[in-house]
């Protein structure tokens, strides 16, 4: 965990501008992740909220400007998991025990502690049933939760999440949503990128909204306005 | 005059370790490969590294008398395989290497397709070694060798070599599997834990480049991409996890040296080519479990 205080931001951008080779995608953003935040980047598609949250991940480097995590602060990730190959042979618990390839031990083996972290958190996601399953074969909203749980193992001080109720049903999103919210509750701070406004708008205290290369920070209420919405969406958009 | 199995067993010893060798980790290498959709690298590659060593006796004469080869003759060196293998496992190694590359440099640029790109530096990398082999001035029958990859004709000083290079591959591979994986399955997860994601890029190619080498020169191109890309595609259907995978693809090859010198010794065949068609036998299995699915 982080050696961060309290109130000392886990992520931190000044006037950072991410994009690709010389193409700026976004930029002029100031944003500060602080403990215990919930916030949810929206923007249509295209508008480069994708790029912002890699930014953030520190995979895609700052054009101009900085983007720094404070102390050693750990993040967590959870991918959308259509970017991953299902044809591989890993069980779900190979998959979660990934989340500790940071701490590896002597001959590059988990410690004891680590793979009952591993255990414990298959458990808190609803997976102990299925721990020797090969992940290929988990419903949408089950890999979604291994994925978490891979995530969550690493010991994070924020949790980055992109999309992850996509493509599952109504009752794994509620269980997600419901751990997400639990977690928040205990301290750890969440970020994720979403195109379900409702969810945003339920869960998160504050809100990105990314459209035209800028970023613009608020609450749901004051940025999720209908009308702020048929400008950015299109028509319709009021809801999922 | 016939040769019991025991007298066989004894007469062809370093064959027989060489090939069970090449069985055990041969496979380990290209379940990785199979894992990274790149399995045609490992028919490939050895091509690339036989043309390399037909280009090192290509240049033998004139390394011998430029650079030097720890001070012998041609003819001296030709005869002293100690310094004769080291000098081709080093041409071997770069051809593999520079082939190796050349494909995952073209694959990030992302023009054409991966089966189009592969398929034709199999053909050049094929052409290649044929017309270097007529150009070779030194060698010729060591060359015919190679391409005909006589695993029988092992003696002690490449039995010791391809033993060493593979169980240093297997001792890398068991030690840094986990990681391997990961880099595999998720590399941008393995970015964000902030592993040297390049690094294990780099070690797994140099795995898979060394064992290359080495079975390229020892026992045969035949035999070793059909211990690369046969095992892996026999194991997966009967694999649930990493570990039974890489288990199973390294029990397949190693029944399939066993099948493999069975036949060769019963039926008076080519090792190298027995073993291949064994491989080739372990398939049937996981056929019959795709049919049945």
């Known amino acids: 965990m982080t050696t961060a205080t309290p109130c000392e931001p886990l992520i931190r951008l000044r006037s950072a501008a991410f994009g690709y080779g010389a193409r700026r995608v976004v930029s002029g953003i100031d944003l500060e992740i602080a403990p215990g935040r919930f916030l949810g980047i929206v923007g249509p598609n295209g508008s480069g909220k994708t790029t912002l949250f890699r930014g953030l991940l520190g995979l895609v480097p700052p054009l101009e400007g900085s983007c720094a995590r404070t102390g050693r602060a750990v993040i967590g990730y959870v991918p959308q998991r259509e970017s991953l190959d299902a044809s591989f042979p890993l069980t779900v618990r190979e998959v979660v025990e990934m989340g500790t390839y940071q701490r590896l031990g002597r001959l590059r083996r988990p410690a004891a502690e680590d793979l009952a972290l591993v255990d414990e958190w298959i458990e808190r996601v609803g997976l102990a049933p299925q721990r020797t399953r090969p992940f290929a074969e988990l419903s949408g909203g089950q890999r979604q939760r291994a994925l978490l749980a891979r995530a969550l193992v690493t010991r994070p001080d924020v949790l980055l999440l992109d999309e992850p109720t996509s493509g599952v049903d109504r009752g794994a999103q509620e269980q997600i949503l419901a751990l997400l919210s639990e977690l928040h509750r205990g301290g750890l701070a969440i970020l994720l990128v979403s195109h379900q406004l409702s969810l945003v708008r339920r869960f998160v205290e504050e809100v990105l909204v990314v459209a035209d290369g800028r970023v613009q920070q608020g609450t749901p209420v004051e940025l999720l306005t209908p009308e702020r919405l048929e400008l950015l969406f299109g028509a319709g958009a009021g809801g999922d | ?293």
């Open chain 2, 1 to 293: 005059m016939e040769f019991s199995w025991l007298e066989r067993l004894s007469l062809f010893r370093f064959a027989l370790l060489a090939s069970f060798t090449a069985g055990l980790v041969c496979p380990l290498v290209g379940a990785f490969l199979w894992l990274r959709r790149t399995s045609f690298y490992g028919i490939t590659l050895p091509q690339f590294s036989a043309a390399g060593v037909v280009l090192g006796y290509v240049c033998l004469p004139w390394w011998i008398t430029t650079i030097g080869l720890g001070g012998l003759s041609l003819d001296e060196a030709l005869g002293d395989p100690h310094t004769i293998m080291n000098y081709l496992l080093a041409w071997a190694a770069l051809a593999c290497l520079a082939g190796l590359a050349a494909l995952v440099w073209l694959g990030r640029r992302g023009r054409g397709s991966e089966t189009g790109r592969v398929a034709a530096a199999f053909a050049l990398a094929t052409a290649a070694t044929y017309v270097f082999g007529r150009l070779s001035p030194v060698g010729q029958s060591h060359v015919e060798e190679l391409l005909h990859g006589e695993v029988l004709g092992v003696g002690s000083h490449e039995c010791e070599t391809i033993v060493f290079v593979l169980l240093l591959v297997l001792a890398l591979l068991l030690l840094f599997r986990r990681e391997l994986a990961l880099v595999s399955f998720d590399p941008e997860f393995a970015r964000v834990l902030q592993k040297r994601v390049l690094a294990l890029e780099v070690l797994l190619h140099c795995l898979c480049t060394l064992t290359v080498a080495a079975g390229t020169i020892i026992v045969g191109p035949t035999m070793l991409f059909g211990l690369l890309v046969l095992p892996p595609l026999a194991a997966r259907p009967f694999a649930r996890s990493m570990g039974a995978f890489l288990a199973l693809s390294s029990g397949a090859g190693l029944l399939a040296a066993l099948l493999g010198t069975t036949l060769s010794f019963q039926a008076d065949l080519p090792l190298g080519a027995a073993i291949v068609a064994s491989a080739g036998l372990t398939l049937l299995p996981a056929a019959l479990r795709r049919a049945s699915a």
